[in-house]
């Protein structure tokens, strides 16, 4: 019954498609029960012409001050847009950065960006990897300039956004309009919470332990409660994580708690991709925590699980793995 | 319920009417002047006007100091009427770089005539623009006065050289916007003895001298600290240093 309005929903959305398949594919649509995004579109509305441009500057490395970086280049649609499964991401002239590139779908419901959250609204989150000198190492005002010797891109944002000379603010609100589409919500799991599916048992027993075990930080239906913890990979930490940007010493090691959707894709995991599986991941918890002062309290005592209550939560786990996101061919370069 | 707030919204209406048509029958209210900040930077005790890529001697530190980079924002310009109501500046973000001559004056543009009692302004940028996105004009991101890893604008950039640096450079970037290490000062200066009367399709001015050396007074020598690229305690007590030095002077009508 819960999801009555949602299949009434997804009923008119399959019956509109007939008539207007081209703009339904440009409306952002999210279950029910996901919450209200943070990113209000208020001062950006969503239009197809801006989320093409926004395409189109994602995969271009005309954002970069060697034109060979693209956003595109670290955050890959078939590894739900975070890496190619390395550890670090490689930038301009091959230098490599100290943290594991995160998967960027469902980021308008994110209150902060980044593993350490220091960035602090989606339209200026593309500023930091433009300008790190070890990501795409440019400047904004040459990528604009750039941008505007372009009679491509002059006629792009003159049509998205009726002006004729390029700004930044434009710029980073074509690259927001095209994030914000990366709705990863058409998983295993969101189409067993919408009743059209089952779980297979070890899933479904999985998915008892993952309440038990990793929900209290994994809050569904986002998988992450957006909070700061030190989940114990340390007891000396190289990374001083939120506590770079707070300059707090009680956030000290601490990171953001990522999305668990797609994480079967995102390998290798934590904030330097140490780990390269889920069963090392689930080990760490079990057996490898290791005591600090900032360490979430949850964990104190680890989270004990046998080798078959693991199996099963990375059975679970796999649930959350979005096949549509990946392979819809609006989100490729064309 | 619904009523109730029917009847106020038709009794602020008809409130805002009738000022509104009081307005037009006090012909001295109405028309615009205009209204300028002018800034004058000066190094220290010194008459001269501050320049970059001029040697100059620090006053208390004795710190030698040449700068390439001298800028800053000043915000929210508001103007405050004798009836006590505020005029408010609309976008009033102004970046002010002294590698430009013509940004030292800031132009408010039109206001109403009359009388005004006390000007208010932020040294930075207020807390609201620091979390609400992409912005443009003086608040561009290619103004390079953005911390990107960090969100937030930098209240002042100021770049150079200097002997007494170990690195023979100097570069201090102090921001922060919230807490009790931010740089972003709201201030207000009365001139209710001598009031300001903006006066029709004239312009006046209102002036201010800003002791460029001041932001030095207490962090001492390049020696020490050459550089702050980050939110903290220095760069707190090194913008409330610079917020000192930026004084009002007199006013031309």
């Known amino acids: 019954m819960k999801y009555f309005f949602l299949s009434i929903l997804v009923l008119t959305i399959i019956s509109c498609k007939k008539k207007n398949d081209d703009d339904l594919a440009f409306q952002l649509i999210y279950p029910s029960y996901f919450p209200t ?4 579109f208020k001062n950006n509305e969503l239009t197809k012409e801006k989320f093409e441009l926004g395409r189109k500057l994602f995969y271009d490395g005309i954002l970069s001050s060697d034109n060979s970086v693209s956003c595109g280049t670290c955050h890959s649609q078939v590894h739900g ?22 998967a960027i779908t469902n980021m308008i419901w994110s209150p902060a960006f980044m593993w350490d959250g220091g960035v602090n609204h989606i339209e200026v989150f593309s500023v930091a990897p433009i300008t790190n000198p070890v990501e795409m190492n440019e400047t904004m005002s040459n990528v604009i300039s750039k941008l505007n010797n372009n009679s491509e891109y002059k006629n792009l944002f003159k049509i998205a956004y009726g002006i004729d000379n390029i700004t930044d603010q434009a710029m980073l609100r074509a690259l927001t309009i095209y994030m914000s589409m990366m709705v990863s919500c058409n998983s295993k799991y969101d189409k067993v919470r919408q009743g059209k599916v089952s779980f297979s048992t070890d899933e479904a027993e999985g998915y008892e332990l993952f309440k038990q075990k990793c929900a209290s930080c994994h809050s569904e239906p986002l998988f992450t409660n957006y909070q700061y913890k030190n989940n114990g990979l340390d007891s000396i930490y190289t990374d001083l994580g939120r506590g770079r940007i707070t300059f707090n010493a009680n956030d000290n090691g601490k990171f953001k708690v990522p999305s668990l959707r797609n994480v ?5 995991y934590m904030h330097d991709g140490r780990f390269w599986t889920l069963e090392q991941v689930l080990e760490h918890y079990n057996s490898g925590i290791k005591h600090s002062a900032t360490l979430a309290p949850e964990l104190a005592s680890g989270l004990p699980m046998t080798a078959d209550e693991k199996k099963k939560i990375i059975a679970f786990l796999k649930t959350l793995t979005d096949y549509t996101i990946i392979s819809d061919f609006k989100f490729a370069p064309q | 319920m619904k009523t109730i707030k029917i009847a106020i919204f038709a009794l602020m209406a008809s409130t805002l009417l009738l000022s509104t048509s009081c307005k037009k029958e006090e012909p001295t209210t109405n028309g615009n002047g205009q209204v300028t900040i002018n800034l004058k930077h000066l190094w220290g005790m010194g008459t001269d006007t501050f320049r ?3 040697t100059y001697i620090h006053p208390m530190n004795g710190d030698t100091m040449t700068f390439s980079t001298y800028k800053y924002y000043v915000s929210n310009f508001k103007l405050k009427k004798s009836d006590g109501t505020w005029w408010v500046h609309p976008e009033s973000y102004f970046l002010v770089d002294l590698s430009s001559n013509s940004s030292s004056l800031l132009d408010l543009g039109a206001l109403p005539i009359g009388e005004y009692t006390e ?11 620091n979390v609400s996105g992409a912005q443009t ?13 960090n969100t937030g604008y930098i209240m002042i950039k100021a770049e150079g050289i200097s002997p007494q640096s170990t690195t023979g450079n100097f570069a201090f970037h102090l921001g922060g916007f919230s807490g009790v290490n931010s740089t972003v000062a709201t201030k207000t200066v009365d001139f209710s003895s001598n009031p300001l009367t903006i006066k029709k399709d004239k312009i006046s001015e209102i002036h201010f001298n800003v002791n460029t050396a001041m932001t030095w007074c207490t962090s001492g020598s390049c020696a020490g600290t050459s550089s702050v690229m980050m939110p903290g305690a220095i760069g707190h007590q090194m913008a409330t240093d610079f917020h000192n030095g930026f004084v009002f002077d007199y006013i031309v009508e």
């Open chain 1, 81 to 102: 847009f975070a890496d190619h499964n390395v550890n670090f991401s490689s930038g301009v002239n091959n230098l490599k950065g100290t943290r594991n590139s995160p």
């Open chain 1, 37 to 40: 995004p943070v990113y209000n």
């Open chain 2, 137 to 149: 004009g003086a608040l561009s991101t290619m103004n390079n006065m953005f911390w990107s890893w």
């Open chain 1, 264 to 268: 079967e894709l995102t390998y290798p």
């Open chain 2, 119 to 129: 000007l208010s302004y932020t040294l930075g940028v207020d807390s609201l623009r």
């Open chain 2, 52 to 54: 970059l890529n001029t």
